[in-house]
């Protein structure tokens, strides 16, 4: 993909920006205690974040999609919150996942960032991590498995673009659903929705969610299995694409973390890795399926 083929999805309207953080969050919370096993408060608050910051992307992917007139299917993919997900929506004939990532840029540089230098991350963390099941297929209609490369820009100076507002009561509640449903095969709907935000709801605060910004979304390139052979592991002793930007390392690696482009984005386990720069665009399918 070329520079000029990033999508840059912004000034979303913040009503609509808030709707879809809040349906987010409210997926995180019912889901939370099907999908966590440790119950450590500290823990929990992280994970219902994580969560709902991958739900907001998807969001706003659906988003631009709508807005564009691009007619992708998330509805088949949509799974009960007690389930795990399977993709996130099909396409073309085959099923895709958003992997999005956040980037740190500040207003001043990021008109002038090279998008194209962004790692295309697919976690690897070990053998039956994501990597692992890239070809496998959930769908009996789908031809192939694909992924599409999102980031969402963060301040450097203010990285938390949401706070939670969750009370101690309302952890337990959850903390108690997880015990109660632990180790146990579920095949149908363990509750309904609205007892659970019911009884969630009257041990603490409604006003669960404040956006402090809306961070912009970032949709490079695309890649099914005709590129899987690009992707490497994150890896200092191998050097994977250390070269691939002149007079700078693409990533350094320490015991704990792997900065890519000087600390622009951090992770913290292996992924299997290449430049989206490598790889076609969005931009270059939607304009190939509208011819």
Not at 24 to 51: P, Q, V
Not at 57 to 78: M, Q, R
Request: glycine letters at 4%; proline letters at 3%; aromatic letters at 16%.
């Amino acid at each position: 993909m070329t520079k000029d083929e990033v999508i840059i999805v912004k000034n979303i309207p913040k009503d609509i920006y808030s709707v879809i953080a809040y349906q987010a969050m409210n997926y995180a919370l019912i889901s939370i205690a099907f999908t966590y096993n440790r119950m450590e408060k500290s823990d929990l608050s992280t994970r219902i974040g994580n969560i709902t910051k991958g739900k907001i992307a998807e969001g706003l992917f659906n988003y631009f999609c709508i807005e564009k007139g691009i007619n992708l299917d998330f509805k088949s993919c949509a799974t009960p919150f007690w389930m795990a997900d399977m993709r996130d929506f099909l396409w073309l004939g085959g099923e895709w996942d958003i992997k999005n990532n956040f980037l740190y840029c500040s207003d001043r540089d990021f008109t002038k960032f090279d998008f194209t230098l962004l790692p295309a991350l697919i976690p690897n963390k070990n053998d039956n991590d994501q990597w692992s099941k890239r070809n496998e297929t959930y769908h009996l209609q789908s031809k192939f498995t694909a992924y599409v490369f999102t980031f969402m820009r963060l301040k450097p100076d203010d990285k938390h673009f949401f706070s939670l507002h969750i009370s101690d009561a309302q952890y337990e509640f959850i903390t108690s659903i997880a015990s109660k449903y632990k180790n146990l095969a579920i095949s149908e709907m363990p509750f309904a929705e609205q007892w659970f935000f019911d009884q969630f709801l009257s041990f603490g605060s409604t006003d669960l969610l404040t956006l402090r910004y809306y961070p912009e979304l970032i949709i490079t390139s695309c890649a099914n299995a005709r590129y899987w052979s690009l992707f490497k592991d994150t890896s200092i002793q191998d050097h994977h694409y250390q070269d691939h930007i002149s007079g700078q390392k693409w990533y350094q690696k320490t015991d704990k973390i792997i900065k890519f482009l000087n600390g622009a984005l951090v992770t913290k386990i292996r992924n299997k890795t290449c430049p989206v720069g490598l790889l076609p665009s969005l931009q270059h399918i939607i304009r190939e399926v509208k011819v």
